[in-house]
């Protein structure tokens, strides 16, 4: 129960606990991934068609964004964040890739986009909505933005179902995870959030039902390395 209180409350400064970790983000996420999060963004990538202008939200430090790019998936990329000090990274990853023209880095909340309906051709999201203090509303503003017969793109992680494996992560994700998170960021508390807040996060069906409660159709996943992430894919008629 304290623990759902604390990850509330994260959640409402989410963008503060990523401006501290940033300059330490792209590094530790390689590692603590063992690199297996290249894959999982590149599965992602993959699974979408070609398309003008995109939205990635939690752009983060742009890896999915520029992946998009550099995959020819999208024209012109608007990524948001609220964590400024992640977008400056990325706005340095985009310059020194030459791509800084296409994609443009933008201070706003999911929750609430300055954008109007229909906007985007796709939109996506990398390991971004369990952060939100509303995940439906940040679902329903998704769903908003896109154009009539426009794909939405999710990963987010989740739980691995075999249970040994599930057994062996949960030690891997509670303990060694947190400490090296707190040695190479120097933050006490962010990598335990992190942590926490996928243990508390819906995956599978269960997010699947958010998705079409908020209007999404042709809703799938797939399971990502036992389920550790999950790739979601859904459509707006
Ligand atoms: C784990 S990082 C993911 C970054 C990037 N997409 C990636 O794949 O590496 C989560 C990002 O979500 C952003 N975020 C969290 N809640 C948000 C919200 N409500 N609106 C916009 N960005 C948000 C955070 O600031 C952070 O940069």
Redesign the pocket.
């Known amino acids: 129960m304290n623990q759902l209180k604390d990850i509330e409350q994260q959640k409402r400064h989410?963008?503060h606990l990523?401006d501290r970790i940033a300059h330490s983000y792209d590094g530790l996420?390689h590692l603590l991934s063992m690199g297996i999060d290249r894959c999982w963004?590149r599965q992602a990538v993959q699974s979408m068609k070609p398309v003008d202008k995109v939205l990635d939200?939690?752009?983060?430090?742009g890896?999915?964004a520029l992946l998009l790019l550099r995959r020819g998936k999208a024209n012109q990329v608007i990524g948001?964040?609220?964590?400024t000090e992640?977008m400056r990274i990325g706005a340095q990853k985009a310059k020194r890739r030459g791509v800084e023209t296409r994609l443009h880095f933008q201070e706003?909340?999911?929750?609430n986009m300055p954008f109007p309906d229909e906007h985007f051709d796709a939109v996506t999201c990398?390991?971004?909505v369990r952060?939100?203090a509303d995940l439906d509303a940040?679902l329903r503003e998704m769903y908003r933005v896109l154009k009539q017969g426009g794909e939405l793109t999710i990963l987010e992680f989740g739980y691995p179902q075999n249970k040994l494996i599930r057994w062996i992560y949960d030690r891997y994700f509670t303990t060694f995870l947190p400490l090296i998170g707190r040695l190479f960021s120097r933050d006490r508390t962010a990598y335990t959030y992190l942590n926490q807040s996928v243990k508390h996060f819906c995956y599978g069906d269960d997010f699947v039902a958010h998705l079409q409660k908020v209007g999404f159709s042709g809703t799938c996943f797939r399971r990502q390395t036992f389920g550790i992430s999950y790739l979601y894919k859904a459509r707006k008629l």
Not at 80 to 83: E, Q
């Open positions: 989410v963008g990523f996420n963004r939200i939690a752009v983060g430090t890896d999915l948001i964040d609220l964590s992640m706003a909340n999911a929750q990398a390991y971004g952060n939100f940040g």
